[in-house]
């Protein structure tokens, strides 16, 4: 990129400058001696083309739509579309969210994305003992295909994509008359990082790989406007995990996927072109920008290189992008948009596909209608006032960014090396490795800020004792048994007979090796619980208990 003459002349001016630097910052020695991101990368004090000698234009940076992807994979990016703006939500009964959707669907939302209760994540239906008092309170209760039905009444779900759960969602578009091949949208499906970060797990490993392979070949022949997985770094980075730990540990479980499909016999440049990912946005703003570009470098080389795969949209990595939940105070609630804006901000600067902005009150509860609202038109003043979508990765180049996006593939690889080594991710999570390195981090970072080495705004510095009101969303306590008597209504109502034989036939598909997505569509059609189902489950693969390593 530089001339090697140009280098010398630089490197002359820089350790000038450098020598003024140190006279400068020794008048304030009240400052930091030491400068680095919230994941506790080193940070310089300047950037110059010294530190990106080493980067080949073509091979590391490149063009948008070109290998390796570092700029884009779309050629046009944001002027061609803005980014899906797909609000993550769900409280209560199927009619409230139904309500919230048309809400946000109102207000200009472009993509819908569901929030399951804690009983549904699990596998329970609401009349479970183990779900005494978690109805509707951390998303929607969800027990058979009428609340589906409930929940997607009145949208347009033939024209907008979904994020949510699968077979339910077939089921109830099949019922209104759309074909399974017209639909589009997202499963998380991610079992292995409910493993290492999340933890609502309900069968062991390798059964919960199985199914997962299900769902990739099924779609893969059946619904090819569905992405069949949505690979998620974001709950490792809730979890604790620094952005480098986040960026491995989420594309070494996109390995074992692959690694899966192919032992299934799909043909990779079948199924890749539809795995798509999710990612974190936490606050250190040039950090998360980086990590998103080393991110599609990454996983371009892991697909041609590793893979063999010959389409190129097979190696491209689609995201989608959350705000950092984990960055939010309950201490001074409001400064939350600000973290919330700068976040999104990274995000569309590091060239997401979807976007979801945390309300500021989600460290308290489930977001109020307004304070939705406000999460909403953040994006949409970045989209349309900001200017930063007008042309495509506006930060490509900076000295800083680009040495920052490789310093953090290298340390992701490394990562990734020794999961190979211990023989992937699977036998990396039965050895408690991605767990204890993401405790670890935790640890390191909730010492430096009890030690104020880092700075929360509002909890360790800048304190207020004045409490600030926020208005909170109640979820009403007569929700759980209203949707207990409907379960049960639905339980009367069907036809038990068949439920039975549908549920039976998923059982004897589970002893086998038969693909089981068409038994778990034919049981939901004929209104099986969502418990019975996973009872199948339980039975059959067994049930997971979490190791509990620190």
Same mark, same amino acid.
């Given at each position: 990129?530089?001339?090697?003459?140009? /280098?010398?002349? /630089? =490197?002359?001016?820089?350790?000038?400058?450098?020598?003024?630097?140190? @006279?400068?910052?020794?008048?304030?020695?009240?400052?930091?001696?030491?400068?680095?991101?919230?994941?506790?990368?080193?940070?310089?004090?300047?950037?110059?083309?010294?530190?990106?000698?080493?980067?080949?234009?073509?091979?590391?940076?490149?063009?948008?739509?070109?290998?390796?992807?570092?700029?884009?994979?779309?050629?046009?990016?944001?002027?061609?579309?803005?980014?899906?703006?797909?609000?993550?939500?769900?409280?209560?009964?199927?009619?409230?969210?139904?309500?919230?959707?048309?809400?946000?669907?109102?207000?200009?939302?472009?993509?819908?994305?569901?929030?399951?209760?804690?009983?549904?994540?699990?596998?329970?239906?609401?009349?479970?003992?183990?779900?005494?008092?978690?109805?509707?309170?951390?998303?929607?209760?969800?027990?058979?295909?009428?609340?589906?039905?409930?929940?997607?009444?009145?949208?347009?779900? =033939?024209?907008?994509?979904?994020?949510?759960?699968?077979?339910?969602?077939?089921?109830?578009?099949?019922?209104?008359?759309?074909?399974?091949?017209?639909?589009?949208?997202?499963?998380?499906?991610?079992?292995?990082?409910?493993?290492?970060?999340?933890?609502?797990?309900?069968?062991?490993?390798?059964?919960?790989?199985?199914?997962?392979?299900?769902?990739?070949?099924?779609?893969?022949?059946?619904?090819?406007?569905? $992405?069949?997985?949505?690979?998620?770094?974001?709950? /490792?980075?809730?979890?604790?995990?620094?952005?480098?730990?986040?960026?491995?540990?989420?594309?070494?479980?996109?390995?074992?996927?692959?690694?899966?499909?192919?032992?299934?016999?799909?043909?990779?440049?079948?199924?890749?072109?539809?795995?798509?990912?999710?990612?974190?946005?936490?606050?250190?703003?040039?950090?998360?920008?980086? @990590?998103?570009?080393?991110?599609?470098?990454?996983?371009?080389?892991?697909?041609?290189?590793?893979?063999?795969?010959?389409?190129?949209?097979?190696?491209?990595?689609?995201?989608?992008?959350?705000?950092?939940?984990?960055?939010?105070?309950?201490?001074?609630?409001?400064?939350?948009?600000?973290?919330?804006?700068?976040?999104?901000?990274?995000?569309?600067?590091?060239?997401?596909?979807?976007?979801?902005?945390?309300?500021?009150?989600?460290?308290?509860?489930?977001?109020?209608?307004?304070?939705?609202?406000?999460?909403? #038109?953040?994006?949409?003043?970045?989209?349309?006032?900001?200017?930063?979508?007008?042309?495509?990765?506006?930060?490509?180049?900076?000295?800083?960014?680009? #040495?920052?996006? @490789?310093?953090?593939? %290298?340390?992701?690889?490394?990562?990734?090396?020794?999961?190979?080594?211990?023989?992937?991710?699977?036998?990396?999570? %039965?050895?408690?490795?991605?767990?204890?390195?993401?405790?670890?981090?935790?640890?390191?970072?909730?010492?430096?800020? =009890?030690?104020?080495?880092?700075?929360?705004?509002?909890? $360790?510095?800048?304190?207020?004792? %004045? %409490?600030?009101?926020?208005?909170?969303?109640?979820?009403?306590?007569?929700?759980?048994?209203?949707?207990?008597?409907?379960? $049960?209504?639905?339980?009367?109502?069907?036809? $038990?007979?068949?439920?039975?034989?549908?549920?039976? @036939?998923?059982?004897?598909?589970?002893?086998?090796?038969?693909?089981?997505?068409?038994? /778990?569509? =034919?049981?939901?059609?004929?209104?099986?619980?969502?418990?019975?189902?996973?009872?199948?489950?339980?039975?059959?693969?067994?049930?997971?208990?979490?190791?509990?390593?620190?």
């Amino acid at each position: 990129m530089f001339t090697k003459e140009s /280098i010398e002349k /630089i =490197d002359v001016e820089n350790k000038k400058w450098q020598q003024v630097y140190n @006279k400068s910052v020794a008048k304030t020695p009240e400052r930091l001696t030491r400068f680095s991101s919230v994941s506790d990368h080193p940070v310089q004090n300047l950037y110059t083309p010294l530190d990106i000698k080493d980067l080949d234009y073509s091979n590391d940076i490149g063009f948008p739509n070109q290998y390796p992807f570092t700029r884009g994979v779309q050629p046009s990016m944001y002027r061609g579309r803005l980014w899906t703006m797909r609000m993550f939500a769900g409280l209560g009964s199927a009619k409230d969210t139904n309500k919230r959707f048309h809400l946000l669907v109102n207000e200009g939302q472009t993509g819908l994305s569901t929030a399951f209760d804690m009983p549904t994540l699990m596998g329970y239906d609401t009349d479970s003992p183990k779900s005494v008092g978690e109805c509707g309170r951390c998303g929607v209760a969800i027990d058979t295909l009428k609340d589906m039905e409930i929940l997607f009444e009145g949208l347009p779900i =033939d024209r907008i994509t979904t994020s949510m759960t699968m077979a339910m969602y077939i089921a109830m578009a099949e019922k209104r008359g759309i074909r399974r091949e017209a639909i589009g949208g997202t499963i998380q499906n991610d079992m292995l990082k409910e493993f290492i970060a999340q933890k609502t797990f309900m069968c062991p490993p390798k059964p919960s790989m199985r199914l997962i392979t299900d769902t990739v070949e099924f779609a893969t022949k059946e619904v090819p406007r569905w $992405n069949p997985i949505s690979i998620s770094g974001y709950h /490792i980075r809730e979890a604790g995990s620094t952005a480098v730990q986040e960026l491995a540990f989420t594309l070494a479980d996109g390995i074992a996927y692959v690694e899966a499909a192919l032992e299934r016999g799909l043909a990779v440049d079948s199924f890749a072109p539809r795995l798509s990912f999710f990612f974190n946005s936490h606050i250190d703003f040039f950090e998360e920008i980086a @990590k998103y570009r080393a991110a599609r470098r990454m996983w371009a080389k892991i697909m041609s290189e590793r893979f063999k795969a010959k389409d190129q949209r097979s190696m491209w990595l689609r995201f989608h992008t959350q705000t950092a939940g984990c960055s939010l105070t309950a201490q001074q609630p409001y400064n939350n948009v600000i973290r919330t804006s700068l976040e999104a901000l990274a995000a569309v600067l590091g060239g997401t596909q979807s976007l979801h902005t945390n309300s500021l009150d989600e460290v308290l509860a489930l977001p109020t209608e307004e304070a939705a609202t406000i999460a909403l #038109r953040t994006q949409q003043i970045i989209a349309e006032e900001s200017g930063v979508a007008n042309t495509i990765d506006p930060l490509g180049g900076s000295f800083y960014i680009e #040495r920052l996006t @490789k310093d953090m593939e %290298e340390e992701a690889f490394e990562y990734i090396k020794k999961i190979d080594d211990m023989g992937g991710m699977v036998a990396a999570i %039965e050895r408690n490795y991605p767990q204890l390195e993401i405790a670890d981090a935790a640890y390191k970072y909730q010492k430096q800020i =009890d030690s104020k080495e880092k700075t929360v705004v509002g909890v $360790n510095k800048y304190v207020t004792e %004045e %409490e600030i009101p926020v208005e909170i969303l109640q979820i009403e306590a007569e929700l759980e048994e209203k949707q207990i008597q409907w379960t $049960n209504q639905v339980k009367d109502t069907r036809d $038990n007979k068949k439920v039975k034989n549908a549920l039976e @036939k998923l059982g004897e598909s589970a002893q086998r090796d038969d693909n089981l997505m068409h038994p /778990i569509i =034919d049981a939901v059609k004929e209104y099986a619980t969502e418990q019975e189902i996973c009872d199948v489950f339980r039975e059959v693969f067994g049930v997971y208990r979490d190791p509990g390593v620190y």
